[in-house]
């Protein structure tokens, strides 16, 4: 038990050293040439400290989680390759040379595989955490091969290489790096049609795992298109700005419609990953879109919306995860319909839940409101100022983000209100007890961030100077802050300003103004407790209480096309149909992406496969043959050139 | 910022005594369209000082949720009152947040009400938040549609600046971008204060109700707050739309005089909406929930048309 304490003490350590570092060199000091070929420069010291800070909170929370493991789990296996994941993720956000950024990448998905299967005597996480492996294989030999296209092109393997060299590359060369690229790093962004590794692999590994997964490794596809698209390539063009943007559009509605109908409470949480990564695909898109056009200040504003929601969903989606994680651990089930209560129990774990729920939800006045509103600023200003039929994508983009806002804020609802409120709808739901001191520590940290980076948004902004500055090379903070700082404003003088810290305060002194008037009027009026109503049946119980399936059915019907539902009633009857004895209800989602897509590639590729194996004698003869063959093919091939 | 508080103070007693009239207009309109008496205008009112008065019960299973969101609901109701322009241009909290703020602290209401009726237990709490987000939700493009068409008019989401062009420009209701906006944000209106034929407010029918159904458990104070909330955004939704597509007699300034003209022009221009409203309720039935979608759809081509129509007249 030593040795653990020690262990994650160690971790712990680690994070706070990595913390401190970041923090020291960060984000004012710009552009700092690390020895060898880290390079430190504002967008890796961006996500390093998005890195950092969550990596904090997480080891924090590992603490208490991990004691949960202790007896029967090897822990330092854990403690090894979670060390190692975070080592290879900050080597993938600092490389400056491709070789180095292949191997750290690898090292990454190779660590993240070892702990997506940590639990690995369940069958279903051995297979997530393969499918995770192949994913990411697939999106890796994008990678390789775009950075040796590019290499070869270039003439060199450093990022610096790269970025002397872009003005050279015709429009073909960069159009087929960008896609190759694009791919690749979207992958492991969690882009629609390539997410499925996504809601596999969360769900099973542990939840500090799933939360720096999520808050983290995703985000590292976000930074390679990021990095690809501002500094190996010049401007890209218009069509791959768009297609940045529909990608995200798709992500971010399919991505919630899924979680929307998902009643396992870390799928419904992956999904809603995919989700936000559309979103800040939508801000990226949104930005290469303007950067082509040349409106420095408006791609500003959408690079800014981006960048922040990358770091604010890093810190509500962890949040969520750690009290997912801790609901899990008090009930021992991951079903949303088992739950239910638990807010008596874990009042804490509860809070936390909440304020990581509104802030996904982009509800002022938290943080994600504050980055969903500058992306909202940023589409809106597209229209004014692109030509052609370009500007209808800007409205259309933005009514499908509040429509994603708002079945987000359902898809939440269904997950706080089900899962924590009303009675508990199972045994181990009413034997559930708070949790740890150490993950309430972790959890707290991470909602008291949520908060502050909402309200504290307009004092936030000078730290994402250095990065426009960086990418597009304008200054922006000056421009979105208004009336001595107080409002976070649009960029341009009349656009729209607000101010979520001045919005908390006025909201919590007209609850009070509300007090005063009940306290002033309510005199006779007594306050008692009583039964709901329960249509005159003998009780209340958990078999009254609307499900989670129930919460989600008129969306099911409505969005019924991309769903394609399938339901079993069967009802035994003696007398009558109308009196059953028992009735039988199954009801299932078609996964549209896995049987349209996966499965006939997956057939596909194990029948080329077979086709192949005709070559596969086992016969010592043929292979000799074989390398005969190759060798004088080679010789052929040397001694023509 | 002692004129703002003065301006805030001025603007929460207006939101606070027309917000429950409006609603008895309309009560009282639709009894009489419907060759019924009806309660006169001021019933809600007496309504609410009844509430005021009456004791409480809090059901056994409802937790601290329950008992925050009636101050939740009033509080982000009221504020989104302060913030949009009634009966001068300029808004008195409008610095704070523009129409986006608007729409989604409107939402954080919705939010909490939401989770009030599930945690209560009661199957139709749940029944109704289930119906209320999705109604709300496939309402939201629509919204956003429409009033980003308005918001292009004025290039800005700041609800004074939008107030103020307008009132600069020459009246353009017949223009078909703003006509067709204007119908969407209508459809929107119904929607969201739940009148027919979305959802009923004077039903408590257990399979029809929807907004009925989340709060069914309150009584007493509570429920007092929550009916004024709904007043209230009811209010704010109806000002928005009359404010923004007739922006006539919005005064320039807030003096005594300027206010008082405001005043009577803004109840004139409420009138007129609220009659359109009760012609609407009484002259449909209400829908089956899932044909709902059917007509968000609706509102959402007639946004885009509207702001396809920007560009192209």
Not at chain 1, 32 to 50: E, G, K, M
Request: charged share 10%.
């Amino acid at each position: 038990m030593a040795s653990l304490g020690a262990l994650l003490e160690g971790i712990a350590s680690l994070a706070v050293i990595l913390d401190a570092r970041e923090t020291f060199i960060a984000i004012p000091s710009g552009l700092a040439l690390v020895q060898y070929t880290f390079r430190l420069d504002p967008i890796a010291c961006y996500f390093n400290l998005a890195l950092a800070v969550v990596t904090l909170a997480i080891s924090i929370y590992s603490f208490g989680y991990l004691d949960g493991f202790a007896p029967q789990k090897p822990l330092g296996v854990f403690c090894f390759f979670y060390a190692l994941l975070l080592i290879s993720l900050t080597v993938v956000f600092t490389a400056a040379n491709a070789l180095l950024f292949l191997i750290a990448w690898e090292m990454m998905a190779v660590a993240a595989y070892f702990l997506v299967s940590f639990d690995h005597e369940k069958t279903e996480n051995r297979r997530a955490g393969l499918l995770f492996l192949v994913m990411s294989h697939v999106g890796t030999g994008a990678l390789i091969l775009a950075f040796l296209l590019l290499g070869t092109w270039a003439g060199g393997f450093d990022f610096a290489t790269f970025h002397l060299a872009r003005h050279s590359l015709t429009p073909l060369r960069q159009g087929t790096l960008f896609l190759l690229f694009f791919f690749g790093f979207g992958v492991k962004a969690g882009m629609v049609p390539v997410h499925i590794w996504l809601p596999a692999a969360h769900p099973a590994a542990p939840s500090n795992v799933s939360a720096l997964m999520s808050a983290i490794v995703i985000k590292t596809g976000i930074y390679g298109i990021i990095r690809v698209s501002f500094d190996f390539l010049e401007t890209p063009p218009l069509w791959a700005g768009l297609l940045v943007l529909f990608a995200g559009i798709a992500s971010a509605i399919l991505g919630v419609l899924y979680a929307l109908i998902e009643p396992d409470l870390k799928r419904m949480l992956a999904y809603s990953t995919i989700e936000n990564a559309g979103i800040i695909l939508m801000a990226l898109g949104a930005t290469l879109v303007f950067q082509s056009y040349g409106r420095p200040m408006l791609a500003g504003v959408a690079l800014i919306a981006c960048l922040f929601h990358i770091f604010n969903h890093a810190v509500f989606k962890a949040l969520l995860f750690l009290s997912a994680g801790a609901v899990v651990h008090a009930t021992g089930t991951r079903n949303m319909e088992r739950m239910g209560g638990l807010i008596r129990p874990m009042p804490l774990t509860a809070l936390c839940f909440l304020i990581g729920a509104i802030a996904i939800s982009g509800l002022p006045p938290l943080n994600g409101f504050v980055s969903e509103w500058l992306a909202y600023q940023a589409l809106l200003g597209g229209f004014g100022s692109t030509p052609s039929l370009t500007r209808m994508v800007f409205p259309v983009a933005g009514s499908l983000l509040a429509l994603t806002g708002a079945l987000a804020a359902a898809c939440f609802v269904r997950a706080f209100g089900i899962g924590f409120l009303a009675l508990p709808r199972s045994s181990q739901a009413t034997q559930a007890h708070e949790v740890h001191v150490s993950m309430l520590a972790g959890m707290g940290f991470l909602a008291a961030l949520c908060a502050g980076l909402g309200l504290g948004a307009n004092l936030l902004l000078p730290i994402f100077d250095p990065l426009t500055v960086a990418l597009l090379g304008v200054q922006m903070s000056g421009n979105l802050t208004m009336a001595g700082g107080i409002a976070l404003s649009s960029g341009s003088p009349r656009g729209g300003t607000v101010a979520p810290a001045a919005l908390a305060g006025l909201l919590v002194l007209l609850s009070l103004l509300a007090g005063v008037l009940l306290a002033t009027w309510w005199r006779r009026g007594r306050r008692v407790q009583g039964p709901t109503w329960d249509c005159g049946l003998p009780g209340l119980t958990e078999y009254n209480e609307y499900t989670a399936t129930a919460f989600s059915k008129p969306l099911r019907m409505i969005f019924a096309v991309l769903y394609q539902p399938r339901r079993e009633i069967l009802a035994e009857f003696e007398v009558s149909a109308y009196y059953p004895t028992s009735v039988r209800f199954e009801t299932e989602v078609d996964p549209a992406f896995e049987t349209h897509l996966y499965s006939p590639l997956k057939d596909w590729i194990i029948a080329r496969a077979n086709w192949l194996r005709t070559m596969q004698t086992g016969s010592i003869h043929a292979y000799l043959a074989y390398i005969f063959v190759t060798l004088i093919l080679l010789l052929l091939f040397g001694v023509r050139s | 910022m002692t004129e703002m508080l003065v301006k805030s103070g001025v603007q929460l007693v207006l939101l606070l005594l027309v917000a429950p009239l409006i609603s008895g207009i309309v009560k009282t309109l639709k009894a009489r369209l419907q060759t019924r008496r009806g309660p006169d205008v001021f019933q809600p009112y007496r309504d609410l000082f009844k509430l005021m008065r009456k004791g409480m019960v809090i059901p056994d299973t409802a937790s601290w949720i329950f008992s925050v969101t009636p101050y939740i609901v009033f509080a982000t109701a009221t504020l989104v009152g302060l913030m949009i322009p009634m009966t001068a241009t300029d808004a008195p909290l409008s610095l704070f947040g523009g129409v986006l703020a608007v729409v989604y602290l409107l939402a954080l209401g919705r939010f909490f009400l939401a989770l009030a009726g599930l945690d209560t237990g009661s199957s139709f709490g749940g029944l109704g938040s289930s119906r209320e987000m999705t109604i709300s939700a496939i309402a939201e493009p629509a919204m956003m549609l429409a009033i980003f068409t308005v918001a292009l008019g004025a290039n800005s989401t700041n609800l004074s600046e939008m107030a103020q062009a307008a009132v600069s420009q020459s009246w353009k209701f017949l223009e078909p971008s703003q006509m067709l906006a204007f119908a969407a944000l209508f459809v929107v209106l119904i929607a969201e204060t739940g009148r027919i034929p979305v959802d009923n407010q004077a039903t408590h029918l257990e399979l029809t109700m929807i907004h009925e159904a989340m709060i069914l458990e309150y009584s007493g104070p509570y429920l007092a707050l929550i009916e004024l909330g709904a007043w209230i955004k009811q209010l704010v939704l109806m000002t928005l739309l009359v404010n923004t597509f007739f922006p006539f007699g919005l005064s320039s300034d807030w003096t005594v005089a300027g206010l008082g003209m405001g005043l009577v022009v803004y109840l004139g221009k409420l009138l007129g909406l609220a009659c359109f409203i009760v012609m609407v309720e009484t002259t449909n039935a209400k829908m089956r929930l899932f044909r709902v979608p059917e007509l968000l759809a609706v509102a959402f081509i007639l946004g885009a048309l509207a702001l396809i129509s920007t560009f192209l007249f």
